[in-house]
C-alpha cells in the first residue's frame, strides 16, 4: 500500500496537482509509517533464521537522485528473507563501483525514474560490472522509468526489470539460483 501511495504522489505532482511542499511532506510520512511497521514487517518471518547462505545484494538510484523511497523499500524486503543488503540511495562519484569492487554481491538493484536516466543507467551497469568482484553479477532495474518504458531493460544493459518488490525479491533470487547453476555446470 505505501508504494501505490508514493505512485500517486508522484502522478499528482506530474498533472500539477499537488505543490513541492505538498509532496515532500506526503512522502515524509510514507516513509515515517515505512520505519514504524520495519520491525513488524521484518518479524513475521522467520527466513533470516533458516538461511543457509545469505546471498547480497547492492540497491541504488543514480548519483543527485530524489526518488529514494523504492530503494529504501526493497532494503526491506530483502533484509526480511535473510539477505544482507547495502541501500545506497543518491550515491556520490564512484561510490557503487567501488562498493562492487570492494565487496562480494550476487545482485545489483538499481532504480530510475526519469528518461534524463537512461544514458546514466547504462554507463552505471557498464561500470558496475567492469568493477565487481562477481564476474556473474546480476542486475536488476526497476521504477517509475522502466514501469513506463519495459523494453529500456536491455538498451541499459540489465539482466531483469521489476515492478514491484515481491517481484523484485522473486527476481533476484531466481537470478542467484541461476549462477549457482551456471558454477556448477562449468
Not at 530524489?66 to 526493497?74: D, E, K, N, R
Not at 518504458?149 to 522473486?170: F, H, I, N, R, Y
Request: proline content about 4%; aromatic content about 8%; some cysteine.
Amino acid at each position: 500500500m505505501l508504494a501505490p501511495a508514493a505512485r500517486y504522489l508522484g502522478e499528482l505532482w506530474e498533472a500539477d496537482l499537488c505543490n513541492f511542499s505538498q509532496v515532500t511532506l506526503g512522502l515524509w510520512r510514507i516513509q515515517q509509517i515505512m520505519y514504524e511497521l520495519s520491525p513488524t514487517f521484518l518479524a513475521r518471518n522467520n527466513a533470516a533464521k533458516t538461511v543457509s547462505k545469505k546471498h547480497r545484494i547492492l540497491l541504488a538510484t543514480l548519483p543527485k537522485s530524489q526518488h529514494t523511497f523504492g530503494v529504501s523499500m526493497l532494503s526491506e524486503f530483502f533484509r526480511r528473507e535473510g539477505w544482507t543488503v547495502l541501500a545506497i540511495p543518491s550515491p556520490i562519484n564512484d561510490e557503487v563501483a567501488q562498493s562492487l569492487a570492494n565487496s562480494w554481491f550476487d545482485v545489483f538493484a538499481l532504480s530510475a525514474s526519469a528518461d534524463r536516466d537512461i544514458e546514466g543507467l547504462h554507463n552505471m551497469i557498464a561500470r558496475a560490472r567492469k568493477h565487481s568482484c562477481n564476474p556473474d553479477l546480476s542486475v536488476i532495474v526497476g521504477g517509475a522509468l522502466f514501469l513506463r518504458q519495459p523494453a529500456l531493460v536491455q538498451v541499459v544493459g540489465a539482466d531483469a526489470m521489476s515492478d514491484d518488490a515481491p517481484g523484485a525479491l522473486a527476481m533476484a533470487t531466481q537470478l542467484v539460483h541461476q549462477q549457482s547453476a551456471v558454477k556448477f555446470n562449468q
